[in-house]
């Protein structure tokens, strides 16, 4: 579950559990990603 989204900080604050995919695709209308790390 996603908690919050600060797009001015590019923040945000998620439960244990979400997918990467998942997460991109709530960021995606804000021009928002989250990259992998290796």
């Not at 919050?4 to 998620?14: F, G, R």
């Not at 997918?19 to 989250?34: C, Q, S």
């Amino acid at each position: 579950k996603i908690k919050s989204l600060h797009v001015e900080d590019m923040d945000v604050v998620v439960e244990p559990g979400i997918g990467w995919m998942e997460l991109n695709e709530f960021l995606k209308p804000y021009g928002l990603f989250f990259p992998l790390d290796p």
